[in-house]
């Protein structure tokens, strides 16, 4: 430890000429050490949303969906399927088709997606074992009618049993417009095409979409909707085990071309992700300006040390010491300060964390999640502890500078 170091470390912890300065430089310690803690938790919280999110994509996302490039939908030709199964890794392809509708039920509306699927839909995400009430059954070769599986939320809001096999889901979609560019009205046609199926079961999922959906047939889907086989809103595919990597969705976009758009599990959700990450910046450069405005006691604690201390500056003067070592020496103090101030605040989040995370004290009713989520990461620690060592060097640059100016007026020696 070199001479600046031994006398920040003297001038932090010597007993001081006044209480004052003690207790003025531990709140300086303790506002760092809760601007540190709100960073870490604050980030936490975001990460822990984030783990959510990203584990309802992996739920139900598909390895990899094919849309169009232009347009809502595209045809699926045996050529353009014998491409995607050429590309190693390609497991299963399942055809889907999707539109905004109406449903009634016993009285009841809401609007919710419409998505048309095929055999093979079950096999890429498991959803027939995620139904909660009733079975998975699309087709009901025991009825007249085909059947639907309804997400939980809608379920919920339409009054939906899916026990009762005499109520009939009625569904709702937009005719779309004639050729002539006529309105539907005009045409003396009712604005919807309606179809009734059987709701067989309910499905409760951490994914969004597909709990507040309504999947029937694709057959169905496809006759509703005014259009014709093998027209597809997406391609969604389930690779073999390995081959969840960019080299396989770089071989699948080459083989498609540009009229057609390659996304992985997370490319699908991009929007939320992004939106999630700016939200956490936001709330990053909140915490930050409130350890800005606490930083404002450390100037203080420093500026009433660089006072207390004035005479040992002098002295130090006289003895040689130039007046950028002394200003070094109150920078050091100042980085002290918060490097203990940062500590604590990581040892206060570590803390909540744990409290947190076994016993959930802060609640989050009516969500995924029965409590705040947190999840801690390395490289947060990183930024956090550069964003409060800049602050901390920051200000103590002026305090420091003073000590600098008193080191540098000429001694005046009275005879």
């Known amino acids: 430890m070199n001479l600046s170091a031994r006398m920040a ?41 984030e783990d959510i999110f990203v584990g309802m994509f992996n739920n139900l996302n598909p390895d990899v969906r094919i849309t169009a490039a232009r347009g809502k939908t595209f045809e699926a ?36 997606p419409l998505k048309g699927v095929d055999s093979e839909y079950a096999r890429i995400n498991g959803i027939d074992t995620m139904v909660e009430e009733g079975h998975y059954d699309l087709l009901l070769p025991q009825f007249e009618t085909l059947g639907a599986i309804v997400g939980q939320n809608l379920a919920r809001e339409l009054l939906i049993d899916p026990y009762n096999q005499i109520n009939l889901l009625s569904i709702y979609v937009p005719r779309p417009r004639t050729r002539g560019g006529g309105t539907v009205l005009a045409s003396g046609r009712l604005p919807y095409q309606v179809r009734e199926v059987l709701p067989v079961g309910v499905v409760r ?40 990597n960019k080299a396989t969705y770089r071989a699948l976009q080459e083989a498609l071309g540009e009229d057609y758009v390659v996304k992985n599990r997370f490319e699908q959700e991009n929007s939320i ?49 130039l007046g950028t070592d002394i200003r070094n020496v109150f920078l050091r103090v100042g980085l002290l300060i918060s490097g203990i101030g940062l500590l604590s605040g990581f040892g206060l989040a570590i803390l909540t964390y744990l409290i947190q995370s076994h016993y959930g004290i802060v609640g989050l009713p009516g969500t995924l999640a029965e409590a705040y989520p947190m999840s801690l990461r390395f490289s947060d620690f990183m930024i956090v502890t550069a964003t409060v060592m800049v602050i901390g060097l920051l200000a103590s640059l002026l305090p420091a500078r003073r000590a600098e100016q008193v080191a540098e007026k000429p001694v005046v020696v009275v005879d």
């Not at 045996?78 to 009285?107: C, M, N, P, W």
């Open 205 to 244: 999922s951490r994914e969004a979409f597909e709990n507040q959906a309504v999947l029937i047939d694709i057959g169905l889907a496809r006759e509703i909707m005014g259009v014709e086989a093998p027209t597809v809103s997406s391609l969604e595919i389930k690779l073999l085990p390995g081959f969840a």
């Open 273 to 321: 992700l992004k939106l999630m990450r700016v939200e956490k910046y936001v709330a990053y450069a909140i915490v930050t300006l409130m350890v800005i405005l606490i930083s404002f006691n450390l100037v203080g604690a420093l500026w009433m040390i660089v006072l207390e201390k004035r005479k040992d500056i002098i002295i130090l003067r006289s003895l040689g010491m």
């Open 9 to 49: 470390w003297r001038y932090l912890f010597a007993r001081k000429s006044t209480n004052a300065i003690n207790i003025i430089t531990f709140v300086a310690a303790f506002g760092v050490a809760i601007g540190a803690a709100a960073l870490i938790i604050a980030l936490s919280v975001f990460n822990g949303f």
């Open 77 to 112: 030709s045996d050529e353009l399927l014998a491409k995607v199964r050429k590309t190693e890794g390609v497991r299963i392809i399942s055809h889907t088709l999707e539109e905004t509708a109406r449903f009634q039920y016993l009285g009841h509306q809401a609007f919710g």
